[in-house]
């Protein structure tokens, strides 16, 4: 068997280039399991990119009543920004217009609390317009604001990590109906990863970007060394059988995680219809975090190292 093919689809002989970011892990809880996924799925909207957005988030997965504060259901979120102090701005904007506003929810810190932290709950009392109460248990404090359905709880303090940013692995196929069933089928074994979220809708991003742009205001534009309709009018990275590419986005609390899941997406996304899987980068000079997919694959057989 061919090391850089997997069930015939080649592995192209490149890399992902990925940046640190700094991280928070937020745990909402609900009286039941759907109010939980809603706020969720709330607060991480809009997050897909910091190239417009103030963070990358997602549901990094769901929790069982034994895996909480309070006992009850709920979901895990991570959230990425350049810095602290964006990341703070953030997490304190989305926990209070989509967490403190949906039925029956509070929010705690779900990673170590070091030296690094930023303040959410201390930001968020302030609506209680002095009828706020704080609680120390066990070292933590926790606010309760009170609202319309009781009370609202948030821990004050959360602690943040330095993470991992913009791994990624691109699809590339011979018509939309393949490529997507087997972006998706990446998607769901990536997932799997404790730590990753892929903050892209449904875990996928069709305008992948390069960077800079024709136009000086913009940051960044459509990568069109993948774009099948402007092959023959610009350089292509595509064989002449593809018609269409698929990028999964990787963010991690380690490098060690995004390898995983990008081992995983590489033998779940090998799937008929799939010409070649590769990866984007801009030759290394944006992030020092350098995933090359070969390499991923004989560390990660099967998404296991070895």
């Known amino acids: ?8 689809v080649a592995i192209a002989d490149t890399f992902a280039e990925a940046f640190p970011m700094t991280a928070a892990r937020a745990i909402i809880t609900a009286d039941s399991p759907g109010w939980a ?4 799925r709330t607060m991480s909207g809009y997050a897909t990119s910091v190239i417009a957005c103030d963070a990358e988030a997602a549901i990094e997965r769901t929790l069982t009543p034994d895996e909480t504060p309070d006992g009850r259901p709920g979901v895990a979120i991570l959230l990425f920004a350049f810095s602290r102090d964006a990341l703070e701005k953030a997490l304190s904007n989305r926990v209070g217009q989509c967490v403190m506003t949906c039925p029956t929810t509070a929010c705690y810190n779900g990673l170590p609390v070091g030296e690094k932290t930023v303040n959410v709950g201390g930001r968020l009392r302030y609506f209680g317009d002095g009828w706020q109460i704080s609680k120390r248990l066990e070292g933590r404090r926790f606010w309760r604001i009170p609202v319309m359905d009781g009370e609202f709880t948030c ?7 330095k993470g991992v940013a913009g791994g990624n692995i691109i699809l590339l196929g011979v018509d939309r109906k393949a490529t997507l069933a087997a972006t998706e089928a990446a998607v769901v074994a990536m997932r799997r990863v404790p730590g990753v979220i892929l903050p892209f809708p449904g875990g996928i991003a069709r305008s992948g970007s390069k960077v800079g742009s024709k136009y000086k205001a913009l940051r960044a534009s459509t990568n069109t060394a993948f774009a099948p309709t402007l092959r ?27 390898e995983q899941a990008t081992a995983l997406g590489l033998h779940a996304g090998a799937r008929p219809g799939v ?3 590769t990866a984007g980068n801009y030759g290394g000079k944006l992030g020092p975090f350098h995933i090359r997919l070969r390499d991923v694959l004989e560390r990660w057989r099967d998404g296991a190292p070895s």
């Open 1 to 8: 068997m061919n090391p850089h093919t997997i069930d015939g």
């Open 37 to 40: 996924e809603i706020a969720g």
């Open 155 to 161: 821990e004050e303090t959360f602690g943040t990590t």
């Open 232 to 258: 023959g009018l610009v350089p292509t990275e595509l064989p002449p059988e593809v018609e269409c590419g698929y990028e999964i986005v990787i963010d991690g609390l380690t490098l060690e995680s995004v």
């Open 275 to 277: 010409v070649q899987i």
